[in-house]
């Protein structure tokens, strides 16, 4: 179901299903990921690295997990402290991630989700920091109908 809501002046489209919306208020700060307690994030590129930054910089005391295509990479995260574990298998990266935040080039995003879907747990959340929305969607959709993840 999509619904169309005006914000902040501009008419922005929610996708209701089989998405689930999660709101915050600005006033939670990182409170909502209290009980968060692994986060995998894939991609450890400019977007997945200061993800993991500044979830460290903010106290979030759980596990971030992250993948690289890359060992280099894998190695460099590890030695940095971005995450406490990174895998160049994403679906290793998610098996027990409560929340999955996606940090590819929005062309391999649907490549991506279709690797780790059978590693999700269920109940985990699913997200990405891609720029669009609409053409991901309609491949993510499918992908992820039966999935017991959101």
């Known amino acids: 179901m999509i ?5 902040a002046g501009f008419w922005i489209e929610l996708i209701q299903e089989p998405w689930r919306i999660v709101r915050f208020p600005k006033s939670a700060g990182l409170h909502f990921m209290d009980d968060q307690k692994n986060i995998a994030i894939l991609g450890l590129g400019l977007m997945g690295a200061s993800l993991a930054l500044g979830l460290r910089k903010r106290g979030f005391g759980g596990r971030i997990s992250g993948y690289a295509r890359r060992q280099e990479t894998c190695d460099q995260a590890l030695a940095s402290g971005l995450a406490d574990r990174v895998c160049t298998n994403p679906a290793e990266a998610v098996c027990d991630a409560d929340v999955v935040v996606i940090c590819v080039p929005i ?8 690797q780790i879907i059978p590693a999700l747990k269920a109940g985990a959340v699913v997200t990405d920091v891609g720029s669009t929305k609409q053409e991901l969607l309609k491949s993510l959709e499918p992908l992820f109908k039966d999935s017991a993840a959101c």
């Open 3 to 7: 619904s169309k809501v005006r914000q």
């Open 107 to 114: 062309w391999s995003i649907a490549q991506l989700a279709e």
